[in-house]
Nanobody, 122 residues
Framework: QVQLVESGGGLVQAGGSLRLSCAAS????????MGWFRQAPGKEREFVAV????????TYADSVKGRFTISRTNTKNTVFLQMNSLKPEDTAVYYC???????????????WGQGTQVTVSS
């Protein structure tokens, strides 16, 4: 079992920045690839970014490429999502998730956090 807890969401003006954190606990948490997803009201949950278990591979959705950066600590138990140049369309609940492989669809992920709200005002 892996437990995930997100933090760092909030309200920010367009053009601003936020850094989300996801703390993973569990015996093998550091062995998992970690992904960030988001879900806006009335929309499906969508892929944002994923990082491999050792940090060697990172993939981003086209909508956030160049603005968001995913990283993880040396212990690999905390994953960050640095979000710069935020836009109103980035407003959503952001979730971190864990899976053995780097995947891009929510259905492949076994473990999820509770989510953290990000609101970007125009």
């Amino acid at each position: 079992q892996v437990q995930l807890v997100e933090s760092g969401g909030g309200l920010v003006q367009a053009g601003g920045s936020l850094r989300l954190s996801c703390a993973a606990s569990g015996r093998t948490a550091s062995d998992y690839a970690m992904g960030w997803f988001r879900q806006a009201p009335g929309k499906e949950r969508e892929f944002v970014a994923v990082i491999s278990w050792n940090g060697g591979s990172r993939t981003y959705a086209d909508s956030v490429k160049g603005r968001f950066t995913i990283s993880r600590t040396n212990t690999k138990n905390t994953v960050f999502l640095q979000m710069n140049s935020l836009k109103p369309e980035d407003t959503a609940v952001y979730y971190c998730a864990a899976n053995y492989d780097t995947r891009y669809t929510p259905g492949h992920y076994s473990y999820w956090g509770q989510g953290t709200q990000v609101t970007v005002s125009s």
